[in-house]
């Protein structure tokens, strides 16, 4: 099979959520949300929208209410929305 080291690549997949208070470098930010704003969804909606999180007190809130303690630990923390409110201003009958 061709696609062997794709699929050791996907299953061996892990995720580590230990991040430093290193601000992102806004060319590497500004690229990064391109790279994820230019993904494939159903329909081509694109109907997310993002809110970037860098206040510390906010993130800090933010860990108490969900648990999670690294929204907190990161240097920014980014919020993504299901948003149809633009579709909804184009097509008000969909």
């Known amino acids: 099979m061709n696609s062997k080291p794709t699929l050791e690549t996907i299953l061996s997949h892990r995720s580590i959520r230990k991040f430093t208070n290193q601000p992102i470098a806004p060319e590497l930010f500004d690229t990064l949300i391109d790279a994820g704003r230019q993904a494939s969804t159903s329909n081509h909606l694109q109907c997310v929208s993002i809110i970037r999180i860098t206040d510390p007190q906010l993130r800090e809130a933010l860990a108490t209410a969900s648990g999670m303690v690294y929204v907190k630990e ?21």
């Open 74 to 94: 990161c240097a920014e923390f980014l919020v993504f929305c299901i948003d149809f409110h633009k579709h909804k201003q184009l097509n008000p009958e969909a």
